[in-house]
Nanobody, 128 residues
Framework: QGQVVESGGGLVQAGASLRLSCVAS????????MGWFRQAPGKDREFVAA????????YYSDSVKGRFTISGDYGENTGYLQMTSLKPEDTAVYYC?????????????????????WGQGTQVTVSS
């Protein structure tokens, strides 16, 4: 069994920064992937960023590239999503997800179905 817990959300003004954290208590997690997704009201959940655990390869959606940075403290099984220059359209519930199986092609990082464990989400609200 495993658990993924996000934290760090909040209410900020446009242009501000936030850092989300994700603690993964997942058996044998040392070699796989962590991703961040978000869901805005009335919209489908969408990919934000992902990292190949213990390797550092990173992937971003076009909407956050250059503003968000995903990273990981591998020893602590903790991932981070540093968000800068936040915009009102970044308002959403942000979910952390973990994949326990080997990634076979890069497209898998972007797919919800690739991830095995999901957190409950943390709300990020950006006011204009």
């Amino acid at each position: 069994q495993g658990q993924v817990v996000e934290s760090g959300g909040g209410l900020v003004q446009a242009g501000a920064s936030l850092r989300l954290s994700c603690v993964a208590s997942v058996p044998s997690f040392s070699n796989y992937a962590m991703g961040w997704f978000r869901q805005a009201p009335g919209k489908d959940r969408e990919f934000v960023a992902a990292i190949r655990w213990n390797a550092g390869d990173t992937y971003y959606s076009d909407s956050v590239k250059g503003r968000f940075t995903i990273s990981g403290d591998y020893g602590e099984n903790t991932g981070y999503l540093q968000m800068t220059s936040l915009k009102p359209e970044d308002t959403a519930v942000y979910y952390c997800a973990v994949r326990r199986a080997m990634i076979r092609y890069s497209g898998q990082y972007y797919q919800e179905s690739s991830y095995d464990y999901w957190g409950q989400g943390t709300q990020v609200t950006v006011s204009s």
